[in-house]
């Protein structure tokens, strides 16, 4: 019996780890269809979402299913929770991704806009973020989910630096405000992917440690300020 | 045992009843405090945020137990799932209301702002919609959460024009950029409110009628496309 739900839960691990990374290349499409302009790209991106929400479903329905069969306790059932959880929160980078694929598409079809910050950078913090709560998950290692807690910090510096950045911009050329808007929105979406990896990270330290960390940080301030 | 579980099943809805009521409040505070330029009561709401996070916490710990202790199976398993993630969105409309409570702390500050689309409607419909989920889920009721599902429809479609009309008054006053990029912020905070009352309306049918009904709208758009 405890070796099965072990079998059980590695089977889950690599469910969720194989979400993790059809999430990861589908971020990965959107960024690169903003920058390069590729509208193709970005159609490719929205299209490959009805994919994520099948393998979110199966993947919830799997979980339902070993708590039923299995009746876990403790470490096990935290994880299957935590598991359950960190599911939602990549079927929402999912979204995510969709939204950014769409500012791109947008944006393709306007002239292009030169903005000193670096959406690739910071998408790039975003997306090792993502990486490393999923290696965290499968590791079972919570000093690398803490690590990930403490990257939130830069993207959300990043995502403040990028509101003045882009107000500058509007108050320089006027003219392309909606295009500037659409960047705000992007700079936005990648700024809750870090936060949607930091749940995850947080889940990890939980199923791990058993602490609850979530709000330790935050006291006075809300994740997503912008 | 039956009777036991059903017992702390009803002290689960009720917890979560309670969690849902103090959320409410906040964002109808925050609201408030936009609107009538009230940094008091915006202080208010940021200062209250704490306490709904411990509830989150709570609700899930005794979820949790009640998963351990009695190995729930079918519609009670689905039931305390349910919960979980009820609680997880519950916990981020409370965010969602220091979010906005932030910008109104910034506006009262500034020159008063004169917007023709109306805020307070928009927080009515997404301050119904909370309510209407968390009736569906006391009552189970799985019509009121279909209801749900389709007012979320009417905040997307304030939040559109919400981008439009202001992305006008930015054309006319661009002075006064800061505040109205504040004010865009909040539109789509509501907008996001709305999305968790949806989400929690999809998990109440889930729970009812054993089928997942999320995805089954959003297929080629994402659901927060703001």
């Known amino acids: 019996?405890?070796?099965?739900?072990?079998r059980e839960i590695e089977k889950l691990k690599r469910e969720i780890l194989a979400l993790g990374a059809v999430v990861e290349e589908s971020l990965h499409n959107a960024v690169s269809a903003l920058e390069r302009r590729d509208p193709e790209l970005a159609r490719q991106t929205i299209d490959g979402d009805p994919a994520i929400d099948q393998m979110e479903v199966d993947v919830e329905e799997n979980c339902l299913k070993v708590l039923a069969l299995h009746q876990p306790v403790a470490r096990d059932l935290?994880?299957?929770i935590a598991i359950l959880k960190i599911n939602n929160d990549l079927e929402r980078v999912g979204d995510l991704a969709v939204n950014i694929a769409e500012r791109a598409l947008f944006l393709a079809t306007r002239e292009k806009i030169e903005i000193p910050l670096d959406f690739v950078h910071m998408a790039d913090v975003a997306k090792k973020m993502l990486k490393k709560s999923l290696d965290a998950l499968v590791g079972e290692d919570?000093?690398?989910a803490h690590e990930v807690c403490r990257m939130d910090d830069?993207?959300?510096?990043?995502?403040?630096?990028?509101?003045?950045?882009i107000q500058g911009a509007i108050?320089?050329?006027p003219e392309r405000?909606?295009?500037l808007i659409h960047l705000l929105s992007v700079s936005r979406h990648l700024e809750r992917v870090g936060d949607s990896a930091t749940n995850?990270?947080?889940d990890v330290i939980y199923m791990i440690e058993g602490v609850i960390v979530r709000?330790?940080?935050?006291?006075?301030?809300a994740r997503d300020s912008s």
């Open 1 to 6: 019996m405890s070796r099965h739900i072990e």
């Open 78 to 80: 935290r994880l299957i």
């Open 142 to 144: 919570p000093a690398l």
């Open 154 to 165: 830069e993207v959300d510096a990043i995502n403040r630096e990028m509101y003045g950045v």
């Open 171 to 173: 108050r320089k050329q």
């Open 177 to 179: 405000l909606e295009s």
């Open 200 to 202: 995850i990270a947080e």
């Open 215 to 221: 709000h330790k940080v935050e006291k006075y301030q």
